[in-house]
């Protein structure tokens, strides 16, 4: 071997073992930095061209397995859905309060069936009645919190996806920005390990947002599309686009999530983006179908007794809830008694109507209306009025008259003396009239004796037979249908609404382990892929260790060679 060869194989291991210490020495110093990955030096051997080899440095390469990356990338996507439909479950079993609050749902439901088994033993008592309005109105007050709390969550939820589109449209952006230097780095023969590990953390950071696939080109471009194929990177970022909701309530519209003006809001199914269009659509409004169908329940159930009574005294005037036209026609059937009655109860006028005798609305309004003591007309809001003409008289309806085609009572048909009203949970209350006053609460019935007449007992301050109804209302069972996935049912109020806060923590536990199995299965990829790609700085010291020494061996050569150079041109000299 010639001392110039022998000098050149020198040269290259002092070259390769520096080479191989900075590398060493740049995993050290970034051991703590997030994404980071191992870098190796990648030594061939050099032909000298006389028969002997030495070794050079043919490039920086990582140590990131591609399967693992895909795998943990892909696990992202499964951590951000769960962690955020077991966050926004978790907030709403929280404000929809644990089952043994005095102010939960079940609470003020059970403290108000109490109060009507009260009532029911005292039908005349004045603090009695308060005392039921003032719970009843409780019970509608918590449905109305709830299901406001319902709306407010989803309106959070819809803001939440404009604010993660926003983030997302970032993180295409900044994966743009790096496959543009890896490219250009590649090209001119730039080590771009670091830079790769940046975009493979931005691929993480965009996966735990929305559910993505990758792929790598030849050039080192990454390019990046929706779980369903809608391109989100290629040579340009294609952005999401959303607009908000500006208010949000039980039969909100949202709009819809765009990627170059096609609407893929069904197509997002995991990620934060697809947690937040689960949570907001589906998981919440089914919470509000439970709610509503308590509601609803507890308002026909209660409206369709109270409307068989009356209060005593008798108010002076009925008004309607529903809307009705007088051509609509009647489908009566049944004995309606209608009663003008002094304060005392006394019956001053006495009419039986047999409602089958009538086709339509207005024909049994003017049977009413021809009555001598009251006045009976449809208002211009479309609502029945009966209104006894002397002020001091009161109006009260009896007897077994139906109308409408579902068979309803007649006064219940029209809403004359509703005691809730509300088209679901949201705006459940009770009547304007018996907030206001408690006395307009019906505890008793019209008197049924077929010998009424003027001057006879019409009504008695003792008679609770609709406060004994109410009573057997809450402690009875009473039939619920399926609803935002809880199934149809027999039970209590109280029962339905134990169901309801059940389902809630049930499915806000299940939505937790999930987030917990998502986590665990996340840690464990990110576990092995530190293991595999992650900086050991005890090996990192140990092989920076064995290259100065290596270093030193060549060092050594290099100088052996050069004295015995030195040598020789003395002896040629």
């Known amino acids: 071997m010639s001392l110039r060869v022998a000098g050149s194989i020198a040269t290259s291991a002092l070259r390769t073992n520096e080479v191989g210490m900075a590398v060493a020495s740049a995993n050290v110093a970034n051991a703590g930095t997030e994404g980071y990955t191992r870098k190796t030096a990648k030594a061939t051997a050099s032909d000298t061209a006389v028969g002997f ?28 859905l769960s962690r955020t439909v077991s966050d926004y479950l978790d907030r709403f079993q929280e404000r929809l309060g644990a089952t043994t609050s005095a102010s939960s749902l079940g609470s003020v439901i059970d403290t108000l069936g109490e109060t009507l088994a009260t ?109 369903s194929g809608t391109s989100l990177l290629d040579s340009a970022v294609h952005r999401l686009s959303y607009t908000p909701a500006t208010t949000v309530g039980a039969g909100t519209s949202f709009n819809p999530i765009t990627i170059d003006g096609k609407d893929v809001t069904g197509s997002v199914s995991s990620g934060t983006l697809g947690g937040l269009i689960q949570v907001r659509d589906k998981d919440l409004p089914a919470q ?116 409408g085609a579902d068979g309803q009572g007649f006064s219940a048909r029209f809403g004359l003396n509703d005691l809730l009203t509300g088209s679901g949970a949201a705006d459940l209350r009770v009547s304007d009239a018996i907030a206001q006053d408690s006395g307009r609460l019906a505890t008793g019935a019209l008197s049924t004796s077929a010998t009424l007449a003027a001057g006879g007992s019409a009504l008695s301050a003792g008679e609770g037979s609709v406060a004994q109804a109410l009573k057997t209302a809450f402690s009875g069972a009473q039939s619920f249908d399926t609803a935002g996935g809880l199934s149809g049912r027999t039970g209590t109020f109280s029962q339905y609404a134990g169901a309801i806060i059940q389902g809630a923590a049930t499915a806000a536990s299940r939505a937790a382990t999930a987030y917990e199995d998502q986590d665990s299965y996340a840690s464990g990829l990110e576990s092995t892929m530190a293991s595999q790609s992650g900086v050991n700085v005890n090996e990192e010291t140990a092989a920076i260790s064995n290259l100065q020494s290596a270093y030193q061996a060549a060092a050594a050569v290099m100088k052996a060679v050069q004295e015995m150079f030195d040598t020789a041109l003395n002896l040629v000299r």
């Open 288 to 403: 509000q179908a439970r709610l509503d169908e308590l509601a609803l329940t507890l308002k026909d159930t209660l409206n369709a007794l109270h409307n068989q009574g009356t209060a005593f005294p008798p108010p002076n005037a009925l008004t309607g809830t529903a809307t009705v036209a007088g051509t609509d026609a009647l489908n009566g059937g049944g004995t309606l008694r209608v009663a003008v009655a002094s304060a005392d109860g006394t019956a001053v006028e006495v009419l039986d109507l047999h409602l089958s005798a009538y086709a339509t609305v207005q024909d049994a309004v003017d049977a009413i209306d021809a009555m001598d003591s009251l006045s009976a007309h449809i208002d211009a809001q479309g609502r029945l009025v009966i209104r006894a003409n002397d002020s001091a008289n009161g109006v009260a309806l009896g007897g077994d008259g139906t109308a």
């Open 119 to 227: 009532l029911a033993t005292s039908p005349e008592s004045g603090s009695a009645k308060a005392a039921a309005v003032d719970d009843l109105t409780a019970v509608a007050e918590t449905l109305r919190s709830t299901a406001k709390a319902v709306q407010e969550l989803r309106g959070e939820a819809d803001h939440a996806v404009a604010d993660t589109v926003t983030r997302i449209n970032g993180t295409l952006d900044t994966l743009k920005d790096l496959n543009d230097r890896i490219q250009t780095g590649k090209a001119l023969g730039q080590d771009t390990g670091d830079l790769e590990d940046q975009r493979n953390t931005a691929l993480k950071s965009l996966a735990g947002d929305i559910d993505i696939r990758y792929q790598t080109d030849a050039n080192g471009m990454v390019r990046v599309s929706t779980s």
């Open 53 to 80: 080899t030495g070794v050079e440095v043919a490039g920086i390469g990582s140590t990131v397995d591609r399967y693992l990356m895909t795998s943990l990338v892909s696990a992202q996507s499964g951590l951000g």
